[in-house]
Structures are given as C-alpha cells and as structure tokens.
Nanobody
C-alpha cells in the first residue's frame, strides 16, 4: 500500500514561513507516484478537517482553498516522490495538524486514497 509521511511542522511565529514535506512510498511499477494526486489538509482543534491544496498529476494543475490562497504553494518532486507545501505569512489560525493525502487518479475522480499521519504546526502570536 501507499504510505505517506508528513513532516516539517513545528512552532513558528506569526508572520513567518515554513515548508511541509510529504514523502510517499509503496508504489508499483504499474502505478507510480506520478499517477497520484497529492493534497494537503489540516485539522484545527475542535474543527473539521479542511482541504487546503492539491496537485493533479495529469496536467500539474493546482487548486487552493480560498482561506489560504496567496499564502501557500504546493509543489511536487517526482524524482523524490515528495510533495511540498510552502506556507508564508502564517497566523495563529493556521495552527493545526497538517495531513497529506494521495488519490490514485485526479483529485475528484479516484478509486483509493491514502493518508499520512500528520504533522503539527503551531503558530504563536
């Protein structure tokens, strides 16, 4: 099975930046990392999980939630089986556990999805 490991979280001051990474493994020769859409979600205490961004492998198209648009950038390095989430101008409302997600197709048309264990981001004011 596909396995995802998110890391790069930690404590950051408001206004600062950080980059999260999602390392993926467990692919087959028939279905490689490049066949998966990768997305980032977050869940703040007492709130539902929120989709932040995703990248479509078929055309490289990206999507961002309105709540973070302009402050985050998603990118992928297919050679390293890794997806990144660059976060800028963070604020305390960004405090959450951040998860990466892989779907074996496009972000909206897929058969299976996998989740990483999450990495905690805490923004101090």
């Amino acid at each position: 099975d596909v396995q995802l490991q998110a890391f790069g979280g930690g404590l950051v001051q408001a206004g600062g930046s950080l980059r999260l990474s999602c390392a993926a493994s467990g692919f087959t020769s028939a279905f490689t990392f490049e066949d998966y859409s990768i997305g980032w979600f977050r869940q703040a205490p007492g709130k539902e999980r929120e989709g932040l961004s995703c990248i479509d492998p078929s055309d490289g198209e990206t999507w961002y939630a309105d709540s973070v648009k302009g402050r985050i950038t998603i990118s992928r390095d297919n050679a390293k089986n890794t997806v990144y989430l660059q976060m800028n101008s963070v604020n305390p409302e960004d405090t959450a556990v951040y998860y990466c997600n892989a779907r074996d197709g496009t972000p909206l048309l897929y058969a299976n999805e996998y989740w990483g264990q999450g990495t905690l981001v805490t923004v101090s004011s």
